[in-house]
């Protein structure tokens, strides 16, 4: 019996470390290439939807797509902000800011995780992969993958939140 305790702590202990609660401390670039820490996006205190994405993955642009379109009216109804966090490499981040510009996310926060820091902290395994913060940097709801519509459950989510 002894022996299967021990094996199933062995086993259970890195999922539990794994299943991140809340926001990490992590130290990322923001868009100008300063280096923050991620905890910073909660300094105004409001609701956070946090999106993984990169530059030529193409759910994830048609999902901050979407997003972008719905925030001006999403807006008028919550106070929340959003942030996308590229996870471009040091090769490719350079196409990051010509690529938000050019597509008009002026309300998002951008950061770039060249590292994966942040994504490692949070286990994203697979892009899109977004995740709705309240005020104090817990997570309240996380969704993968991308279909039309599916953003609309991030604004749900951030009206619970209000």
Request: charged content about 15%; some cysteine.
């Given at each position: 019996m002894k022996r299967v305790a021990?094996?199933?702590?062995?086993?259970?202990?890195?999922?539990?470390?794994?299943?991140?609660?809340?926001?990490?401390?992590v130290e990322v670039k923001d868009i100008d290439g300063n280096t923050i820490n991620v905890q910073s996006i909660l300094d105004d205190g409001v609701p956070v939807i946090l999106s993984f994405w990169y530059t030529t993955c193409k759910p994830?642009?048609?999902?901050?797509?979407?997003?972008?379109?719905?925030?001006?009216d999403w807006s008028e109804e919550a106070d929340f902000k959003v942030v996308a966090v590229s996870t471009d490499d040091s090769r490719s981040s350079a196409k990051v800011k010509p690529m938000v510009g050019g597509r008009g996310w002026t309300d998002f926060t951008?950061?770039?995780?060249?590292?994966?820091?942040?994504?490692?902290?949070?286990?994203?395994?697979?892009?899109?992969?977004?995740?709705?913060?309240?005020?104090?940097?817990?997570?309240?709801?996380?969704h993968t993958g991308y279909t039309p519509g599916s953003e609309e459950e991030l604004f749900d989510q951030i009206l619970k939140l209000q």
């Open positions: 021990i094996l199933l702590s062995v086993l259970l202990v890195p999922f539990i470390a794994l299943a991140q609660k809340g926001l990490p401390s994830c642009l048609q999902e901050l797509g979407a997003i972008n379109d719905a925030y001006v951008i950061l770039l995780d060249e590292n994966s820091d942040l994504k490692r902290a949070m286990n994203v395994q697979t892009q899109p992969t977004v995740f709705v913060l309240d005020r104090d940097g817990n997570i309240v709801y996380t």
